[in-house]
């Protein structure tokens, strides 16, 4: 199962590669929506749960806009059949979410290192700051992964991608922006340990879902 979860995780790599269409529109947004904050702002400096939560907003959209074509895209060039004729179900569900967890902390890492760079954010707590980031990267892709199964069989693709996954990320996104807030103030670990122990709980269930129902989308 890892073997072909890899080599379908290399196939999604090899045709972004090709087509840069994700990356190319992720990179865009970014800069943009980073741009535009700075603008906005000029000198003034925000609170420490102001930045994390425009952090959040950012990390949100640009996932929305870039992990939602992760299983459109296999139906649009009709290279779903193949993939169910010579892969198990949960090789496929495993490659799709090492590809999106991946690409998901690659834009992630730009997204923060812009917004430090453009707004001159201070992190008391660095250290954290990567684990929290990190947590919430995880049950991020691990909760788009399985919604990008869903709306793959809808008509509508684009209009439900938002509307399904921000209820479901909502728990995480709280959970999030409180212990990045925190760790930008220079909080400990004790203080932020009930938000990592809810995004380790949170992506657990989500990854386990995840496994038990795809087949079921995935056949249907």
């Known amino acids: 199962m890892f073997k072909q979860a890899i080599a379908i995780c290399k196939k999604d790599f090899r045709s972004e590669i090709r087509t840069r269409y994700a990356i190319n ?117 691990a909760v788009m992964t399985i919604i990008a199964a869903l709306i793959s069989k809808a008509g509508s693709k684009g209009t439900l991608y938002p509307v399904l996954s921000f209820p479901l990320l909502l728990p995480l996104m709280l959970a999030s922006i409180s212990s990045t807030w925190l760790t930008i103030e220079g909080a400990g670990l004790s203080a932020i340990a009930g938000e990592l122990q809810m995004m380790v709980s949170y992506t657990i269930v989500v990854i386990t879902a995840s496994f038990l129902l795809f087949e079921l989308i995935w056949n249907d």
Do not use: C, P, Q
């Open 25 to 141: 529109a992720l990179l865009m947004f970014i800069i943009v929506v980073i741009s535009v904050i700075k603008f906005s702002l000029g000198e003034e400096k925000l609170s420490a749960e102001m930045n994390a939560g425009l952090i959040w907003i950012i990390i949100f959209f640009a996932t929305s806009n870039g992990l939602s074509r992760v299983f459109v895209s296999e139906e649009e060039r009709g290279t779903s059949l193949v993939l169910k004729l010579s892969s198990e179900a949960r090789s496929v569900i495993l490659g799709k979410l090492i590809f999106n967890t991946v690409l998901t902390f690659i834009i992630n890492f730009f997204i923060i290192i812009l917004y430090i760079l453009i707004t001159d954010l201070t992190i008391k707590n660095i250290a954290l700051f990567s684990l929290s980031v990190s947590l919430g990267t995880l049950g991020l892709s």
